[in-house]
């Protein structure tokens, strides 16, 4: 699992922003700070919430100059319908392949549902080297982060 001071690993995405785009992280540096909210489920109660705070904070998290992007295993036809229906003014990153909960150690079961590998509740702030300036990682999918040290973490860049 990655922590504050690591190098976030690159990784290759679909990009769900009403259209299908691919997004490259290390092609994105020069957006730093780079929020990346992972969430194990989109048109899940605690998912919804989390997207819809991050969209009410937005303009906080642009003033201080950071890019936000949400992160799940869904495909990003389902993330593209879940911006819609959110009326999501940031992007979504389809992990669907599951390589980037992998590598970035955020992989947790659902066992009583029978779903496998979805991405466990976390936040990275991502600085133009690539660092990883914050970190937090929840076990427990029905906690969320707390905003305000993320927007912290975003203005100490």
Request: charged residues 25%; proline residues 4%.
């Amino acid at each position: 699992m990655l922590s504050t001071g690591d190098e976030a690993p690159s990784f290759t995405a679909p990009l769900a922003n009403g259209d299908i785009e691919s997004f490259t992280l290390t092609d994105r540096l020069d957006e730093a700070p780079i929020v990346l909210a992972f969430f194990p489920g989109a048109f899940t109660g605690v998912c919804t919430h989390e997207m819809n705070t991050f969209q009410d904070r937005l303009d906080d998290f642009s003033e201080a100059g950071a890019s936000v992007y949400g992160v799940s295993i869904d495909t990003p036809f389902s993330q593209n319908e879940f911006r819609d229906k959110l009326g999501l003014e940031f992007d979504l990153l389809s992990d669907s392949n599951r390589e980037v909960v992998d590598e970035w150690g955020l992989s947790m079961d659902f066992d009583e549902l029978g779903v496998d590998g979805v991405a466990k509740r976390s936040v990275f702030v991502i600085d133009g080297d690539g660092v990883v300036q914050y970190a937090w990682v929840s076990d427990d999918p029905g906690v969320e982060p707390e905003y305000d040290d993320v927007l912290d973490a975003v203005e100490a860049i």
